[in-house]
């Protein structure tokens, strides 16, 4: 069992460049989520999905967007790529949204926006 | 919303001493509580969770009490070894419109011979 996988694994990217991150889970998870990681400041919710075909805003999703066409998949995408988006991404899932779901974690995207 | 404030790390202790790691937290309501471990390298996986007031959660010799009244999810381990050496998250849960966590900083935890 994969679990979460993410992909790529890191990239450095040109500022002005789209890029899109992908997660994909095994699962079948209800709900997805995109966390970033940054130095001192912990991880923070950027977008979320409950469950396919719905998506939600987190603490920081401007210059992001999201898309949930299934239940497996769930990409995140820059339009358009400034450096302050250089972070660690995160990829979550759980199997719903109720206080006792807990949240599984795909390996990370280091991202590098120059 | 909700907020955490985690003690500051980084954390270095030889390896068979005890552990304690605070979390205090901020929260409407009685939210879900959790503790996550990152190590070297790798994304968060979960360490232990309580879901009700006075609630222990325990695994792999780690504890954490959910305590209602002063607000408080501190982590502790009686002997730590070097293998524990991550950072380690605590993280209240918000429901409604979304199951989401609210993680602090983290406190990075070195545990030497």
């Known amino acids: 069992i994969a679990g979460i996988t993410q992909a790529p694994t890191s990239q450095i990217l040109a500022a002005g460049r789209r890029m899109t991150l992908r997660c994909t889970q095994d699962?079948?998870?209800?709900?997805m989520y995109w966390y970033r990681q940054d130095l001192g400041l912990g991880l923070r919710l950027i977008h979320y999905s409950n469950t396919a075909g719905t998506t939600g805003k987190g603490e920081v999703p401007d210059g992001y967007s999201v898309s949930r066409a299934n239940t497996d998949d769930f990409p995140l995408t820059l339009a358009s790529a400034v450096p302050s988006q250089t972070s660690v991404y995160f990829c979550a899932s759980s199997e719903g949204v109720a206080a006792t779901d807990t949240q599984y974690f795909g390996p990370g995207t280091r991202l590098t926006v120059l | 919303g909700n907020s955490v404030t985690q003690m500051e790390g980084p954390v270095t202790l030889s390896e068979e001493a005890f552990l304690t790691i605070n979390c205090t937290y901020t929260?409407?309501?009685?939210?879900?509580l959790f503790w996550y471990v990152q190590y070297p390298g790798e994304g968060l996986q979960l360490l232990l969770k309580?879901?009700?007031?006075?609630d222990k959660g325990s695994n792999k010799g780690f504890e954490a009490t959910y305590r209602k009244e002063t607000t408080s999810f501190h982590l502790e381990k009686g002997s730590v070894q070097v293998s524990d050496s991550a950072v380690y998250f605590c993280?209240?849960?918000?429901?409604?419109?979304?199951?989401?966590?609210?993680f602090g900083t983290g406190t990075q935890l070195k545990v030497e011979l």
């Open positions: 699962m079948r998870h209800n709900a």
């Open positions: 929260a409407t309501g009685y939210p879900s």
């Open positions: 309580a879901t009700k007031a006075d």
């Open positions: 993280a209240p849960l918000l429901t409604g419109g979304g199951n989401k966590l609210t």
